[in-house]
């Protein structure tokens, strides 16, 4: 296999990479602030299923997670899994991220002191009004570097859609290895991960610069 | 002033949250290509410096790897279906059949060296005139092949980086001679049973172990017969299976080696110092050639593969 073959193989499997990387960001960052809302629900038992969610959610392994997800609904209620291993992967990572992303926001909202809140009512801020206008922001100013290592794991566990046998950019490296008894494809994989983190975290500083307000 | 401000940051950080993925998207396509460029001389050079190291490990000794001549024991390779499959077991194992008399089976053989020896069915033995006729299979049905991709030479990525392997290749014509369609449906080695009885592929055909599965699955024909042995370099101390009391011993997780290293060979698997167990062979072999492990526990096709993919 020519140089050029493996690169078109593994650059096809990393479009694959970005489109779970992508697809899984898109959902799991909304998802992430409903379940922290769920999570600050004044519903004791809404608070204490999501506690549960996220509990499994983050105690689990994301691969025996993917495998659930997968399977689960043949051998649950006997369905077709046609067609659904790629939404099934989505599905997958979604859930399991918004789990992380919930709790980096509920770190960040609750870094913001009582008295804010009182100020608002004070002025007469509706609860809405109070939490877009005041506390949001000053929470996505805080939160972003953890949100940012969260989006560089993610980019390194795409890897994981392996299990499903989902061709991404990690298992055609494996396989090339595998066909070409060589080293090189590994070498190549560790080089496109480093790079589509290295944009990422370029991406986000740039974000952090553009949130760089209340000076 | 302020409040709007703060209103309007607020709707744009909510948008650029969004944005944020599409800006980041936009520019992966000039990330790649930079990864590309990146990786092509960063492979390269290793390339270069992997050939160098070659050339100076064929000239300290020219037959790197050799098997024991003493193997573990011979196996079958058969083609899995689910239980209660007769009928499909069958019709496959009919077409296979035909493609024996038709030559198919032994032209697909030459392809692959290391594979053509342990071939087992000849047109002797087979009677023609059970068999299904060509084109006699439903056109609208289309056979789901589910294999492993790592699995060479049975079923493997091509220099082209296309799908393919002796395994491959047979199920194909089989699907051509009964006028079937095929999908091919590569899985994860370590989920092939959920995906067989989830019904995403219908068979496994992947140089697939018929011993100790017998009652596990409906077989089909056993097309090839292979042995299990123990690949050690060539200038190592280790000659007979006695040697390897007290080595490190490789072999990948979920094979026939390692079921029977586990299993009817324990006693021994019990003499080594180690059994370690790799998620696949082409990192056990990098360990062996590293001098890390001392053999590796392989079938004798995958194992000629390797060591031809290292001469």
Redesign the interface.
């Known amino acids: 296999m020519t140089l050029s073959t493996m690169l078109s193989s593994m650059g096809e499997g990393m479009l694959r990479t970005c489109a779970i990387f992508f697809l899984t960001i898109l959902f799991s960052m909304p998802l992430g602030m409903v379940i922290m809302f769920l999570r600050r629900s004044r519903f004791r038992l809404v608070r204490e299923i999501t506690k549960l969610y996220i509990a499994i959610m983050r105690g689990t392994p994301l691969m025996l997670q993917l495998l659930m997800w997968y399977f689960g609904p043949y051998y649950l209620f006997g369905m077709s899994i046609r067609g659904y291993r790629f939404p099934a992967i989505i599905i997958g990572f979604s859930m399991n991220y918004a789990a992380y992303f919930a709790e980096i926001y509920r770190g960040g909202i609750e870094t913001i002191p009582k008295g804010q809140y009182e100020a608002a009512e004070v002025l007469g801020y509706s609860k809405a009004q109070t939490f877009f206008k005041i506390i949001l922001p000053q929470v996505m100013k805080a939160i972003l570097p953890s949100v940012t290592n969260e989006i560089i794991t993610l980019v390194k566990d795409t890897s994981l859609a392996f299990t499903l046998a989902y061709n991404e950019m990690f298992s055609i490296a494996k396989q090339i290895a595998a066909s070409q008894t060589s080293f090189v494809p590994f070498i190549i994989a560790g080089v496109f991960y480093f790079i589509a983190n290295y944009a990422v975290a370029f991406v986000m500083e740039r974000i952090e610069k553009a949130f760089d307000y209340y000076k | 002033m302020k409040?709007k401000l703060?209103?309007l940051?607020?709707a744009l950080?909510i948008t650029?949250?969004?944005a944020?993925?599409g800006?980041?998207?936009s520019?992966?396509p000039t990330?790649?290509t930079?990864?590309?460029t990146?990786?092509?001389t960063?492979?390269?050079s290793?390339?270069a410096e992997?050939t160098a190291a070659a050339s100076t490990a064929e000239t300290a000794s020219a037959a790197s790897y050799v098997f024991l001549e003493e193997d573990l024991g011979v196996e079958s390779y058969a083609i899995g279906f689910r239980v209660g499959d007769e009928e499909l077991a069958e019709t496959v194992s009919g077409a296979v059949q035909a493609l024996v008399l038709n030559g198919t089976y032994d032209k697909i053989g030459e392809k692959y060296p290391d594979i053509k020896d342990y071939l087992c069915l000849t047109a002797d033995d087979i009677d023609a005139s059970t068999l299904p006729e060509e084109g006699s299979g439903d056109p609208n049905y289309t056979f789901k092949h589910g294999f492993d991709?790592?699995?060479?030479p049975y079923s493997?990525?091509?220099?082209?980086?296309s799908v393919g392997g002796f395994d491959v290749e047979l199920c194909q014509a089989v699907c051509e001679y009964l006028g079937w369609g095929y999908e091919s449906?590569?899985?994860?080695w370590d989920?092939k049973d959920?995906?067989l009885?989830?019904?995403?592929c219908d068979c496994i055909w992947s140089g697939f172990t018929k011993e100790g599965r017998e009652d596990d699955y409906t077989w089909g024909i056993t097309y090839s017969n292979n042995t299990q042995g123990i690949l050690v370099p060539a200038d190592s101390d280790i000659k007979t299976l006695a040697d390897l009391s007290g080595k490190i011993v490789g072999v990948q997780t979920a094979t026939s080696a390692y079921d029977m290293l586990e299993d009817s060979k324990k006693d021994l698997a019990d003499t080594f110092a180690e059994l370690k167990v790799y998620e696949?062979?082409?990192i056990a072999?990098?360990d062996l050639k590293a001098g890390a492990i001392d053999a590796i526990a392989i079938d004798m096709t995958a194992g000629s593969?390797?060591i031809s993919?290292?001469n």
């Open positions: 409040k703060a209103l940051t607020a950080m650029a949250s969004v944020g993925c800006s980041s998207g520019t992966a990330a790649s930079a990864a590309s990146a990786a092509s960063a492979a390269e290793t390339a992997s991709l790592d699995y060479p493997y990525l091509q220099d082209d980086g449906v590569p899985f994860n989920a959920m995906e009885n989830a019904k995403s696949t062979y082409t072999f990098n593969f390797l993919g290292a």
